[in-house]
Nanobody
Framework: QLQASGGGLVQAGGSLRLSCTAS????????MAWFRQAPGKEREFVAT????????SYTDSVKGRFTISRPNAKNTVYLQMNSLKPEDTAVYYC?????????????????WGQGTQVTVSS
């Protein structure tokens, strides 16, 4: 029901845009988010956006570099990633929460996509 895409290999300082397309439910009324998991590490919160698109939250390490958006509050969410660093290398997952407001903990998310690999070379 959540399909993530857009990952790939990029050099440090480069950019990627991840997409998450939701289907099968009224995801337009759910908060959406991106999490990531690097090898040997726990899954961590990256960014979230409210159902309306007017509220966002980011983990400190990506503030000013990443932007989450959902144009027209529809079922597609984007993560624009600029100035990428090797430490951004991870599998990125999109998720949806029944909550209409932003939430940053994985336990609050009810639906998960399959993940897309982002690799940043130095």
């Amino acid at each position: 029901q959540l399909q993530a895409s857009g990952g790939g290999l990029v050099q440090a300082g480069g950019s990627l845009r991840l997409s998450c397309t939701a289907s099968g439910r009224a995801f337009s009324s759910y908060a959406m988010a991106w999490f990531r998991q690097a090898p040997g590490k726990e899954r961590e919160f990256v960014a979230t956006i409210s159902w309306s698109g007017d509220s966002t939250s980011y983990t400190d390490s990506v503030k000013g570099r990443f932007t989450i958006s959902r144009p027209n509050a529809k079922n597609t969410v984007y993560l624009q990633m600029n100035s990428l660093k090797p430490e951004d290398t991870a599998v990125y997952y999109c998720a949806a929460s029944y909550s209409s407001v932003v939430v940053t903990t994985a336990q609050r998310y009810n639906f998960w996509g399959q993940g897309t690999q982002v690799t940043v070379s130095s």
